[in-house]
């Protein structure tokens, strides 16, 4: 169980991102969030592992007070949720093997890792990555050699080498045309059923959304303005999120 209790960031420029934002999500659900750019999306999944710092509230995952630890405790926290960017964070120069590899780096000898010798169980488990979504036959090629696509699906890769619980998805399909985004987002929906790991995505588009989610939460200036069944986004509420100048799509 994840939980959110009155979340908030406020930036030093005094930008309020996030504002008392609550809610809960059961293992195995795969949430949607949604809103405008600016709405606090990012802001939302990043401060779930720490990647920003929250200003107030609390975040529980488990028994894991995640908004409350620091150290080692946090680094073996992190291990356990996987993090998907929309621009990849790939390293272009290394191969994609290596850049799955680096999903371990939690959890190998850090000296080793560093001289790139990877025990043979960890390899296995690369490849056996690669082949959940599809790319094995790329596993020598530069990540810069790549299409968007495949790259993300190298993020995806990498995600799983850390056996996560937790699936933060930020924007993973805002950079990919239609088609691939479709990809992208069914294998995210089969990892979240297959493994059953919880899965939290942001996106923009309605249809991506109700495709493939089980639930939506949705933002809108830093707050939590809508949490229910995709299906309930009715023009109404569709209003209340995005805005009365938003054009419906999907």
């Not at 709405?39 to 200003?55: A, Q």
């Amino acid at each position: 169980m994840l939980r959110l209790e009155d979340l908030t960031k406020v930036y030093e420029d005094g930008t309020v991102a996030l504002k008392d934002v609550s809610f809960e999500v059961p293992e195995g659900q795969f949430v949607a969030v949604i809103g405008l750019s600016g709405s606090g999306k990012s802001t939302l999944l990043r401060c779930i592992n720490r990647l920003i710092e929250p200003t107030e509230g609390d975040i529980w995952w488990d028994d894991i007070h995640l908004s409350h630890i620091t150290g080692e405790e946090l680094r073996r926290a992190r291990r356990k949720i996987g993090m998907i960017f929309q621009h990849f964070n790939l390293v272009d120069r290394s191969s994609v093997l290596t850049n799955v590899l680096s999903g371990r780096l939690g959890y190998v000898n850090p000296i080793a890792s560093i001289l790139g010798r990877f025990p043979a169980k960890e390899m296995e488990r690369a490849y056996a990555s690669l082949d959940r979504v599809g790319i094995r036959e790329k596993a020598d090629n530069r990540a810069d050699e790549l299409s968007g696509g495949q790259r993300q699906r190298v993020g995806i890769a990498r995600a799983l080498m850390q056996e996560p619980g937790l699936m933060l998805a930020d924007e993973p399909v805002a950079s990919l045309d239609p088609a691939l985004a479709h990809s992208i987002m069914r294998h995210l929906q089969l990892i979240n059923r297959e493994d059953n790991i919880t899965v939290l995505c942001s996106l923009h588009f309605l249809d991506l959304v109700q495709q493939y989610s089980t639930r939506a939460v949705a933002l809108n200036e830093g707050r939590l303005v809508f949490d229910g069944s995709p299906s309930e986004i009715n023009d109404e509420k569709f209003l209340e999120i995005y805005g009365q100048e938003a054009e419906r799509i999907g």
